[in-house]
């Protein structure tokens, strides 16, 4: 693997557990579909510039785009609604996953 995009992958994951540590949220208790999306949004820095998310197009206007740098602009009136963002990544301290039967 691109040693850069490696990079930007420990990066992606360091920008969200800091995050984690001081907001009111915790990150998805599945360990896999966090992996994925730290590495989406290293893939996103590494072709943008920017830790955009995953879940969400890209505009092309850069005051626009400014708002799905993650942690989005929306990602916490989506957890007080849903108990999870857009893409899953940050949930609810209440977050009980869906038992899949």
């Given amino acids: 693997m691109d ?3 490696v990079q930007l992958e420990s990066d992606a994951r360091k920008l969200v557990d800091d995050y984690v540590v001081t907001a009111p949220y915790k990150l998805n208790p599945d360990s896999n579909h966090v992996g994925k999306i730290v590495k989406s949004l290293a893939k996103r ?7 955009y998310c995953p879940c969400r197009m890209l505009s ?5 785009d400014a708002k799905i740098i ?32």
């Fill in 70 to 101: 993650c942690p989005c602009e929306y990602h916490k009136e989506e957890i007080e609604k849903d108990g999870v963002c857009c893409c899953d990544l940050f949930v609810s301290p209440d977050y009980k996953p869906a038992s899949t039967v």
């Fill in 45 to 51: 820095k590494l072709k943008n510039g920017f830790f």
């Fill in 60 to 64: 092309d206007d850069k005051e626009t």
């Fill in 3 to 5: 040693d850069e995009l």
